[in-house]
Nanobody, 125 residues
């Protein structure tokens, strides 16, 4: 089974950029659909983006489309979330997650059975 460890969170001002990393170990990232979710204070966990095992398909929440980009580095067995033009409403704990296949439910938590511990992102106005 894959294990996931996120990093790269921090405190930045609105308009800045951050890149989150999620290092996968145990099995290659190529074998899994990998996604990013976030949980803002007082809110439920919400979908951000996902990428299919081979990297051919990606899907983004409307709230981040055009600002965030998900990518995979198969050599490092790591996925990245490049976040540009950050807004205060992007403040949340960001989690990466792994699912065994790419399905029509990748924007929900249903297919994901492995989760990282999360990394905090705070955007100041």
């Amino acid at each position: 089974q894959v294990q996931l460890v996120e990093s790269g969170g921090g405190l930045v001002q609105a308009g800045a950029s951050l890149r989150l990393s999620c290092a996968a170990s145990g099995r290659t990232a190529r074998s899994y659909t990998l996604g990013w979710f976030r949980r803002a204070p007082g809110k439920e966990r919400e979908f951000v983006t996902a990428i299919s095992p081979g990297g051919a398909n990606t899907f983004y929440a409307d709230s981040v489309k055009g600002r965030f980009t998900i990518s995979k580095d198969y050599v490092k067995n790591t996925i990245y979330l490049q976040m540009n033009s950050l807004k205060p409403e992007d403040t949340a704990v960001y989690y990466c997650a792994a699912a065994q296949r790419w399905t029509s439910q990748v924007m929900t938590t249903i297919p994901y059975d492995v989760w990282g511990q999360g990394t905090q992102v705070i955007i100041s106005s």
